[in-house]
Every structure is written in C-alpha cells, then in structure tokens.
C-alpha cells in the first residue's frame, strides 16, 4: 500500500477533528499510550519467553496503532507521510553513509580544489613535524612544520590549565585530510584560489577562516567532556548538526555529517599521540584519507 494513501485512510476513520486543538492532543495522548502498550508487550516477552506465542501480532497490532495516531498528527501539520519518510532518511543517510568509502564523491570532482590550477590545490600528501619546547616562561610551546618549511607561528595552550590545545592544529589538518576542506591550513599553504575572486573572499577569506577555527574549539570543548574522545567510537548528532549549520554556506557543506565524524575521530586520535609524546611525524595523505603517526624519538636515521 501507498504510505500517502494509508495515510488518507487512517484520518478518515478517525472520531474527532484532527485539525483542532483539541484533536492533537489526543492524538499525542494517543500515540504516547501506544508507544506504552507496546513496551509492555516487549515486557511480555523477556517475561514469558517463547511461550508469548500472541508476541508478533501483537508487536504489529501496537506498531500499526502507533501509525494511525502518527497519521492524525501529520494530517494537523498538513505533511504527508512521503515527506516525513524522505527527510529522515536523508538525515539517516547524511549521518551514516561515508560517499568515499564507495569511490564515491559528496561533489562533483574528487577534491573541493580539484577543479583549480594546480598551486591552488591543497597538496594531496604531506608530512606535518611537530616539535615541543620550553620558553622564557617556562610555557610549553609547540612548532610545527609541513615538508620541513615552517606552519604560522608556535602554539601555546593560552590557558590557564595545561590542556594539549597547543596541538590543536592537527584538527584542521584531519578535516584536509577526510574532508579536503580548512581555510586555516589553505592560507598558511598558501593555495588560497584567487584566481576566483568571490570564491576566494568567501571560501577561503577571513569569516570562513573564523568558521573553521570556531569549529576546533567548539569540537575541543565538547571533547573536554567526553574523555576528549579516547576509546569513543562515535561523535554526538548535536554537535554534528551544530558543524552542519556553522558551514551551511560554504562548500564543506556537501561533506556528510559521518565524514565530519570521521574527521574529527582521526584528529583526536593523532592528538592523543602527540600528547603523549610530545613530539612526532604525521604523514598525511588525502588520496587515502589517512594520517600516520611516527614517533621520530624511535625512528631509525635513513
């Protein structure tokens, strides 16, 4: 059956008026006693075993009343069923399907950058060397650089508790990496697109530099509090939905909410390393989407 036509269906049996107020709430009212019946009948179930032989039935008896006051509070808002299904499995999709995992890319080429002359694409591969020292101050500062030339200026936590986010640089390099996508790493590699003149203003200039950076610390926070993502396998909706609106108009907003997660899975990862060791190689590569940490303090000369 068409899901539209049952849906036409269900409001016509109903015995109140949908379309008031009084009509929603009970079918809200309706709808929460049915979630509640079929709970108890999953309760029936751990209780009696397979002896419950009514289970199934009545499994789709509850669902499908479910259904028919779900119809009732779709018909109040005037949306049809089709609508609703396609919206959430887009949303499903967006959140769990990794395209490049499939050879498949979110955009037309296979890079965001794929279609610029080649000094204003983001290197496929590099090797990213990070190095901790101490300085008059006695703060820990940390010194990266990219094919062995220099990235911006040494970081330090500007915290007033030591928390690591002097390297927190590897954030913007892991949505390079997974995303092909930060305006930060862009201008210090200077391959900013300015053959593009609004391309460059918008995708590459100041305000999506602040986007991107706003994102690492919004990430940083929220990480603070979740054991900064050691031994966590996925990453909050909420926040991912909150990455999604930051980026809404700037060209990363075709990457998928799985591939953000990705991204920043991978950069905690690297993070965690060099947390630990205080220095280390990064070779990085976007072809594989992939970075590898290598302890340099172990590494035998060449």
Request: proline fraction near 2%; charge should be negative; charged fraction near 35%.
């Amino acid at each position: 059956m068409d899901i539209n036509e049952y849906q036409a269906n269900a409001v016509g049996t109903q015995q109140f008026d949908s379309k008031t107020e009084q009509g929603i709430t009970i079918a809200l009212l309706g709808l929460s006693g049915e979630v509640g019946e079929l709970l108890t009948e999953y309760k029936k179930k751990m209780r009696d075993g397979e002896s419950y032989n009514m289970f199934r039935d009545k499994v789709i008896e509850e669902m499908g009343d479910i259904m028919w006051y779900l119809s009732s509070i779709a018909a109040y808002e005037d949306i049809e069923f089709s609508e609703i299904l396609k919206r959430n499995l887009d949303k499903v999709d967006d959140r769990w399907h990794d395209i490049n995992s499939l050879g498949q890319f979110p955009f037309e080429h296979s890079y965001l950058d794929d279609d610029c002359i080649e000094k204003e694409r983001f290197p496929r591969e590099f090797v990213l060397e990070f190095k901790e020292e101490v300085d008059e101050n006695n703060d820990e500062k940390v010194i990266i650089s990219v094919n062995g030339r220099q990235f911006g200026d040494h970081l330090k936590d500007n915290s007033y508790d030591p928390d690591f986010y002097r390297y927190h640089d590897i954030f913007h390099f892991s949505y390079v990496v997974i995303l092909g996508w930060s305006p930060v790493v862009r201008g210090f590699f200077g391959c900013k697109r300015k053959k593009d003149y609004k391309r460059d203003e918008v995708e590459d200039g100041g305000r999506a530099i602040a986007i991107d950076e706003a994102i690492s610390v919004l990430i940083f926070e929220y990480a603070r509090n979740h054991n900064f993502f050691k031994d966590i396998g996925g990453v909050d909706y909420d926040l991912l939905r909150t990455i999604k609106l930051l980026t809404k108009n700037l060209e990363v907003k075709k990457c998928t909410l799985k591939q953000w997660e990705q991204a920043i899975l991978l950069g905690f990862d690297i993070w965690h390393k060099l947390k630990e060791k205080r220095t280390g190689r990064v070779v990085c590569s976007m072809q594989d989407r992939s970075m590898i940490f290598e302890d340099v303090k172990t590494l035998k000369p060449a």
